[in-house]
């Protein structure tokens, strides 16, 4: 249908759209699939931590942290939860529209304007503290900052947040840097002296402080400038982070215009004036492709003394995009959904034929 919808008036499709969306996630997380067998020999050991396949869902997919053993039962390499914040938050509502979205099916790509909601971390952990693991799709957690809060608040929210996780159990811990839907937050743009303060707080208070193997990147824009992300690189090594995300969604939209098919080109239009949001999907693939191979040459020319992991997120449509990369870590959205659309619960069955 979404290829339809996107040709309606633009109004009209964003409503169709944006509701359609929360619908298909509710009614989406609550499926039982059978459980698929993806080949041993997939498995990726980063962190010292297995991983089946090199590809796990993006943050934002399960905010609430549900829908585990669906991606579980899918095959997935892994699972992301949140991005949550200490305070739940309700999300951003334009012009009558809930968690605003648009999708642009024929180009590939798809637009966000949902402002961060979801239930604070106390309640996500709690829900991952309680989840039936299957081996080799190890939990993640995405967590931020609060924003429009003063900064020692803010940053001991994310101290709370941190133990809390660390208490669930989950494998690993993301950093969200880099939401664009957060008014007077952290934009993420560019490396600043706040992002260099939370590092640090980070690093002191919490990573110095850890009593397990518990992993922490941070996930930041690909609309950053790269050489700001590789000056990135070993100060967060130095500070004792495990890896960097590449990246989030982007507001580029002057840029990435030029890939939207002539039929959608008025939804497209109408989204980011009406709403901005970020951009996701194929437009982002050779910006975070990039971004990632310098990342990469980086760490080895460094040679870093502890596991330092570049993670690709952006425009990862199927195993095509991960060839020549399978001892790496990788996440998709929007490309995970186009997939689903077409090969269903074998999505990730699909994504290890490909890599085969
Ligand atoms: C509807 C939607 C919600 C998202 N929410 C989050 C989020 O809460 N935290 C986060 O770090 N990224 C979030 N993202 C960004 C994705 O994790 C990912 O970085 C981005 O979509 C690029 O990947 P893709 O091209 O595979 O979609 C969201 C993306 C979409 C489309």
Redesign the pocket.
């Known amino acids: 249908m979404r290829p339809t919808l996107a040709t309606l008036p633009p109004k009209v499709a964003v409503k169709i759209m944006s509701a359609g969306?929360r619908a298909f996630m509710r009614r989406f997380v609550a499926e039982t699939p059978k459980p698929l067998t993806i080949p041993t020999n997939l498995t990726v050991k980063i962190w010292d931590i297995s991983f089946r396949l090199p590809i796990l869902n993006?943050?934002?997919?399960f905010?609430n942290g549900e829908g585990y053993a669906v991606v579980a039962a899918q095959g997935a390499g892994g699972y992301v939860a949140?991005?949550t914040t200490f305070t739940a938050r309700e999300g951003n509502v334009r012009d009558g529209v809930k968690w605003p979205?648009a999708m642009y099916p024929l180009s590939g790509v798809?637009s966000?304007w949902?402002g961060?909601p979801?239930p604070g971390h106390a309640e996500v952990a709690k829900r991952l503290s309680t989840i039936s693991r299957v081996a080799g799709c190890p939990i993640g957690a995405?967590m931020?900052a609060d924003s429009g809060v003063e900064e020692t608040i803010s940053l001991d929210g994310l101290a709370q947040g941190f133990a809390m996780y660390d208490k669930a159990g989950v494998d690993f811990i993301?950093i969200?840097e880099?939401?664009p839907n957060v008014t007077d937050a952290h934009h993420g743009l560019q490396v600043d002296a706040g992002l260099i303060r939370r590092l640090e707080f980070i690093a002191q208070h919490l990573l110095h402080k850890r009593t397990r193997n518990l992993p922490v990147v941070v996930?930041l824009s690909t609309d950053v400038a790269a050489d700001q992300i590789l000056d990135l690189i070993p100060m967060l090594e130095t500070m004792g982070f495990d890896g960097m995300i590449l990246?989030?969604?982007s507001t580029n939209y002057g840029v990435h215009r030029a890939d939207i098919q002539p039929a959608e080109e008025g939804l497209y239009e109408y989204f980011t004036q009406t709403f901005g949001g970020?951009l996701?999907?194929?437009v982002?693939r050779g910006q975070s492709a990039e971004l990632v191979g310098a990342a990469r040459r980086c760490v080895a020319e460094l040679s870093l003394r502890k596991e330092f992991r570049i993670i690709q997120?952006?425009?990862?449509c199927g195993a095509e995009d991960v060839v020549g990369q399978a001892d790496e870590l990788h996440?998709?959205?929007?490309?995970?959904f186009d997939q689903f659309a077409r090969y269903g619960h074998r999505v990730y069955q699909e994504f290890a034929r490909g890599m085969a």
């Open positions: 969306r993006a943050a934002g997919m905010k949140g991005t979205v798809a966000n949902l961060l979801n995405s931020s993301e969200n880099s939401c996930k990246g989030n969604t970020g996701s999907g194929s982002l997120c952006g425009g990862i996440q998709w959205y929007s490309g995970y």
